[in-house]
């Protein structure tokens, strides 16, 4: 099965830099789920609430025009 993926890496850059970036995604996620995890267990629901609130605010200026 590696053998398979070294294959069709090795065939041009950018399906390598695809699945370098596909592999960022996805430990993005999983870092964005475990935050959001603990989070929500340490937090209070006010508190909780308070944080998403300005994540949320964070998100919309961070758009650009």
Do not use: D, H, Q
Request: aromatic share 16%; glycine share 8%.
């Amino acid at each position: 099965m590696l053998n398979k993926i070294k294959k069709v890496l090795a065939k041009t850059p950018m399906t390598r830099r695809a699945f370098i970036l596909w592999g960022g995604l996805g430990l993005a996620a999983i870092g964005s789920y475990l935050f959001y995890f603990i989070m929500a267990r340490m937090l209070s629901v006010e508190e909780y609430g308070l944080l998403y609130s300005l994540i949320a605010l964070t998100y919309l200026f961070s758009v650009p025009n």
